[in-house]
């Protein structure tokens, strides 16, 4: 497993085990952790925080880290989920090397394991439908009923767990459950479903089982054939911790994983729950998994994000064993930072106006010297071609414009990029709506390039696209996926009512710099005053490109951060 850079993060509560653990030579000084991701649905960045932990760990001990798929419900898994999982951990900057498993690979461990748990006496066939096992377990405050098949004698468990694998019951019909207490203030302690009846194929074994462990009695095990020495999971596995040890104990196997508990991630205005994304696209209401709306790694790579970014934010938000609620605000700074560093510039208008310069040759094409990127000296220049005819943002131009308005209005002078001084000297209106159609304007030559020989002050600099030459796009503007902070809470209304009707504006017609049109898919730029985007991975083809903005320029955290939280 390899990565550039090791983590930096300061000291968690989870190295602070790991070099208890070390000082003491326990596990021989091993750091071995593993990403154990269900395949039934796309990892979205709550799952990139477990990944950079686990693999940062990894990295920082001189370990290694897993990659296990625990694939024990075959009804909801698929290979394009494997696929997608495989690669959103590589595109982050991780890799498992040789060591890549699937809790499948121990299908048959994990069977012998259960006929040793019936021979000791700690599990059993139950008969009982899911129904009544649910209504039999009890409450927080009421102990569980036993289940009349509790006290089965071993060797009829031995006999019908042994025709339950050979398929001689129908889906229901008997599960087998531990033998535990049912009286216990643990939930998870009555009497577990270890194993149930499921006559579906699964991507790797095919046809060769029709039962299959449950998640809790498998993890725990497969942990231990891979000599895992710390496992690492979110919060809501704590109470599964008591089930995890007693499992490895009853079993009494050579490894005995730690399980370690910290908080998940949750971050406003959107949802962190994989059966809620998965109706999400199922619903229509995204494009699919991908739709950079989605808070999947793959909407995230789509909408322009960087894995740089993503590994930074999850090493800023830390490791923690409270649960707690993290802005979106902090996610995009750090895209911010990452992309101010690296994004080439470029200028695009995405609701065009068009300026005539009337005093401009109608002949005449300069090629204007525009900075690639003033964070980066090295990225050098680049050419961009004026013209008599340009189209400047609407917003740009107002014929009535109110205080502190300094963009271009009739009689005003304003400075455009990297090219002249202009005046708005009059407009062209549309003959049915009397909306304004043109800007006319006049230059001075003598302030190529945006200077002012005369020292003269101008207060405002606007973008342009020469109008001969510019690349007509689409760009699609993405917003807060909810209008919500916290659609997850919501109790008394369906999620999906809380979708924001306005988190996709498509803009077609959009004018850009010529050299766009050679922009490859994944690139990214910042398109000067608007904002970052990126070429779109799915639907750009070659010389007509599709923008995603990835991320406005205002950020929002860092003004926070300014304020101080007493403001």
């Excluded at 599960?175 to 535990?180: D, E, S, T």
């Excluded at 962190?272 to 808070?295: A, E, F, I, T, Y």
Aim: include cysteine; proline fraction near 6%; charged fraction near 25%.
């Amino acid at each position: 497993m390899t990565m550039n850079e090791p983590l930096t993060q300061p000291l968690n509560f989870i190295k602070r085990i790991i070099n208890d653990d070390r000082a003491v030579n326990k596990n021989d000084g091993r750091v071995v952790t593993r990403f154990p991701p269900e395949p039934n649905g796309y990892l979205h960045i709550g799952h990139a925080k477990s990944i950079c932990l686990n693999f940062g760990l990894a990295v920082e001990y001189g370990g290694r880290c897993h990659l296990r798929f625990d694939d024990t419900n075959p009804s909801k898994e698929e290979t394009e989920y494997i696929d997608s999982i495989m690669a959103d951990v590589r595109w982050l900057g991780f890799d498992w090397g040789t060591h890549l498993y699937y809790a499948s690979d121990y299908f048959e461990q994990l069977y012998d394991f259960a006929v040793r748990l019936i021979q000791a006496g700690k599990a059993y066939v139950c008969s009982l439908s899911a129904e009544e096992i649910r209504a039999s377990r009890g409450t927080l405050t009421e102990p569980g009923q036993e289940s009349p098949y509790r006290n089965r004698p071993l060797a009829e468990n031995l006999d019908l767990f042994a025709r339950m694998r050979a398929g001689e019951f129908p889906d229901g019909a008997h599960v087998l459950r531990a033998k535990i207490d049912m009286a216990s203030g643990n939930l998870n302690m009555r009497d577990p479903v270890s194993y149930r009846i499921m006559h579906t194929a699964h991507h790797r074994t095919g046809d060769a089982w029709c039962i299959y462990p449950m998640y809790d009695f498998a993890h725990c095990l497969s942990d231990s054939i891979e000599g895992i020495t710390h496992s690492i999971c979110t919060l809501e596995f704590e109470d599964h911790r008591p089930l995890y040890d007693w499992i490895l104990g009853e079993l009494a196997v050579a490894c005995h994983p730690q399980q370690i508990e910290f908080a998940r991630l949750n971050l406003t205005y959107t949802v962190m729950s994989k059966r809620k994304l998965l109706q999400l696209v199922n619903n229509g209401h995204v494009r699919g998994w991908d739709d950079p709306r989605m808070p999947t790694i793959s909407g995230l790579r789509r909408r322009g994000y960087t894995p740089e970014a993503i590994r930074d934010f999850c090493e800023r938000i830390g490791v923690a064993k409270k649960d707690s609620m993290v802005d979106m605000a902090l996610l995009e700074h750090c895209l911010r930072e990452d992309l101010n560093r690296r994004a080439p510039r470029a200028m695009a208008v995405l609701r065009p106006l068009k300026m005539v310069i009337e005093n401009y040759p109608a002949d005449l094409v300069e090629e204007m010297e525009a900075v690639n990127n003033p964070e980066n000296p090295a990225a050098g220049t680049r050419n961009v071609p004026f013209s008599r005819v340009l189209y400047i943002e609407q917003d740009d131009f107002m014929e009535e414009p109110p205080k502190k308005f300094y963009r271009l209005a009739p009689g005003r002078e304003v400075r455009l990029r990297y090219g002249y001084l202009v005046t708005c000297v009059g407009v062209v209106r549309d003959e049915e709506t009397g909306e304004v159609r043109e800007v006319r304007c006049t230059y001075d030559p003598a302030t190529r390039g945006g200077t002012t020989p005369d020292g003269r002050k101008v207060k405002a600099t606007i973008h342009w696209v020469s109008a001969p030459h510019a690349l007509e796009a689409e760009v699609r503007l993405y917003d807060a996926l909810f209008s919500v902070e916290n659609p997850g809470a919501a109790k008394d209304v369906d999620f999906q009512e809380l979708l924001n009707p306005d988190s996709l504006t498509m803009l077609t017609g959009c004018r850009l710099e010529p050299a766009l049109a050679e922009a490859v898919p994944g690139s990214f730029y910042q398109f000067e005053r608007l904002g970052y985007f990126c070429v779109d991975a799915g639907d750009s083809r070659p010389g007509q490109p599709v923008f995603n903005r990835t991320v406005t320029l205002r950020d929002t955290w860092a003004k926070l951060q300014q304020k101080g939280p007493q403001e």
